[in-house]
């Protein structure tokens, strides 16, 4: 059983930064894949980044190059570094995680994760 607790949300001028940081209970956190979806009003929740348990990292083409993923597991903590930032990435932010290794179609569709953190708003503004 693994819970995940997001933070570092907010409010954000487009080309600002903002860090956003998942914290996990639990003692397999490294053995976990955990990943950040994103979910605006109206819309479905997407992939945004993945970093597996090995370290190996993936990201949505939209946020390449303004998004960093990673995560430090001796403190249970995954964080998701935004730069950058569009209104259009204006969304809920959810952490995710799953046992690794997955197979191919888990990694980027949320039905690929069983473990789902609150959300975290952030708001992006022109």
């Known amino acids: 059983q693994v819970q995940l607790v997001e933070s570092g949300g907010g409010l954000v001028q487009a080309g600002g930064s903002l860090r956003l940081s998942c914290a996990a209970s639990g003692r397999s956190f490294g053995s976990y894949a955990t990943a950040w979806f994103r979910q605006a009003p109206g819309l479905e929740r997407e992939f945004v980044a993945r970093?597996?348990?090995?370290?190996?990292?993936s990201y949505t083409d939209s946020v390449k190059g303004r998004f960093a993923i990673s995560r430090d597991n001796a403190k249970n903590t995954m964080y998701l570094q935004m730069n950058s930032l569009k209104p259009e990435d204006t969304a809920v932010y959810y952490c995710s995680a799953d046992r690794d290794p997955q197979n191919g179609w888990r990694r980027t569709r949320p039905k690929g994760y069983e473990y789902w953190g609150q959300g975290t708003q952030v708001t992006v503004s022109s």
């Open positions: 970093i597996s348990s090995s370290g190996a990292t």
